[in-house]
Every structure is written in structure tokens, then in C-alpha cells.
């Protein structure tokens, strides 16, 4: 094993206790303003301490826009808002080269005006309004966190983050995600409606004078710190290979591949999937005070990670299936440890085991 588990043992429980801590105070804060919503807050702030964007899918009312706001309250980090419209260009968001000219000497120049892409928390809301040609404006800021204008590559400022929300059952006037985009994304989170409690305490909230105080609690070096420690945890190969065979397992008759996928799908996961599979397990075994990922960790990343990177084909569509259907096969029907393993036992590492 490398990473974490090489250093000096009581160290290494502190910078997990810390890593925790600073996840608690960010969750705290959003719980100020959020009600409910705990596993959709806690899996963008998983996608957060990755480095990776997030979708949020939810019909309208339910908080997508206000949950981003509120994160960006409780982080130290420049926010940016673009609502996407038909009309959007990419030079609104990315920038453009303007001429300027000197008052002094008269000469003019162009100068690079940046975009609202040029913030570190970007709320792309209603992203799936946008044209084809404009929501490609945001795969190099997203894949490369740079954009490209008049030749020259200009850096986005660090850490990034791109949180995008779609409406599920308004579907005039939009144009869908292409799959080259969709994969840019770290996670896909459906927001689910409030409960009967939650309702009340919505209200409770939003029709009195309560205001809640959010107070930003960790700025952009702590963030990048944590994001670093999460890719220093380890994981070991047998738990790594579960991984890598859950998205195999999504690719239609490959060697993996469940009854569903055979049936229904008509392209599985890339590699990108399954990074965010095991990045994402990384944080989960983190906030379990562990520095090495089990199988259970995995499981937990599965459906968030995977499920927008699964295209159905006509007869999956017909029929009324999900991705979050064809994953729910993949991970009873995947078994943890492979049959072809002949691994000894002690290879298991205490707490890398479902």
C-alpha cells in the first residue's frame, strides 16, 4: 500500500479527524439554510473535496439553486451565476478579446475580458436550455479548468467547481446534455421532493423573519489541501478491481456485463466513471475516520458516479428503465471479490471488506 497508511499512525488520524471536521462545518452551514436534502448536500460535498462538477436534476421548487448558493456562503471562494437561455453565446460565458484603447497615446489593443466562467463555484442553472454550440463552451473549463480565446489559454482560478442544474419534465425548448458532456460531470444527483416535516420546517423558515446567518468556513488552500489528502488515500487491489468490474459491468455483452446491460443499455461507463467511483469512495472511507477504501465504500459512490454515464437503448427507454435500474442488478449481481481471485485471505486488509 502507499499513501497515507506510510506515515506515522497518529498523524494520520488527525488529518482524517481534521478532514472530517472541516466536512461537518460545511454541512453544518448548509444545514442552515437547506432542510432536509442531507444525502444530496453530502454527496456535492463529496464531489467538492474530489475536485469534481455535479448535476442536480429536480422538477422546479425544490432548492437546487438556493443549495448551491448556500454552499458558496459557507466557502471562502468567488461565486459566479450564468442562467442558460436559447440566446446564451459562448463568449458570455467564456469571455472576449475587446479593443481597448490607451487615453494617453491613443494606441489600441486587445485585451482578453473574461467571462462569468471565471469564478471557482459556478452555478450553471438550467443548463440543458443552452444550444448545443454553447453548452460545449464548458467542456474545456471543465476537463482542463482553462478556457481558450483569440489562441491564447487562460487558467481558471483553483479550486473549481461546476454545480449544473436540469429540469426532468420540461423538456420544450431545451436541447439534452451530449454524452461528451455528461461524462464531465463527477457526480449526477436527482433531488427528491420534501416530506410531510420538512415541508413545516421550510415554512417555518421562509414565511417568518427568520434569517439564517451562513458563515464561510473554509477558503480555497484549505479546500485544494483536502482535495490532496483524498487522493492519498489508499486502496487495495482486490478493492480497486471491484471497482473496475461494477463499470465493466455496465458495457453490454462484455465479459462482466448483468441480464439488464445485455438488454437494455447501449453504451456503459467510461473511464471516467469509475475514477469518480473510486475518488469518490476515497472521501466516504475519510469521513468513516478510515484511510483505506472497503467494499462498502464503493458501493456507496456507486449510483451517483455511474448513472449518467449509462446510455439506455430504445428498448430500455420503451420499456421505462433507469440506469439507477440496470446499477441496482449490476451491484447485486457483482460479487466483491473476483471468481478468478485465488488471493490469500490476509491480502484483505481489516475494514476493506463489504
Known sequence: MTGIPTEDLQQVAERCRDFRAKFDSVQEQIAKVIVGQQEVVRNVLIALFC???????GVPGLGKTLLVRTLSSSLSLKFRRIQFTPDLMPADIVGTNMVIEDSETGHRVFQFQSGPIF????????????????????????????????????????????LATQNPIEQEGTYP???AQLDRFFFKLLVPYSNREELSAILDRTTTAHRPDVQP???GPAIVEAQELVRRVAI?????DYAIRLA??????????????????????????????????????????????????????????????????????????????VLAQILEKTPTVAAESHAPREAASPGASA
Open 51 to 57: 475536485g469534481g462538477h455535479v448535476l442536480l436534476e
Open 119 to 162: 469564478g471557482q463555484i459556478i452555478l450553471a442553472d438550467e443548463v440543458n436550455r443552452a444550444t448545443p454550440k454553447t453548452q460545449s463552451a464548458m467542456l474545456e473549463a471543465m476537463q482542463e479548468h482553462s478556457v481558450t480565446a483569440g489562441g491564447a489559454i487562460h487558467l481558471l482560478p483553483e479550486p473549481f467547481l461546476v
Open 177 to 179: 446534455l451530449p454524452e
Open 217 to 219: 468556513v473554509l477558503d
Open 236 to 240: 487495495a487491489p482486490h478493492v480497486q
Open 248 to 325: 465493466l459491468a455496465t458495457h453490454p455483452q462484455g465479459p462482466f456485463a448483468v441480464e439488464m446491460a445485455n438488454r437494455f443499455v447501449r453504451f456503459g461507463s467510461s473511464p471516467r466513471g469509475v475514477q469518480a467511483l473510486v475518488l469518490a469512495a476515497k472521501v466516504h472511507s475519510l469521513l468513516e475516520q478510515r484511510y483505506h477504501v472497503s467494499f462498502s465504500d464503493i458501493q456507496a459512490a456507486l449510483l451517483p458516479a455511474l448513472r449518467h454515464r449509462i446510455l439506455l437503448n430504445f428498448e430500455g427507454q420503451a420499456e421505462g428503465i433507469s440506469a439507477d435500474d
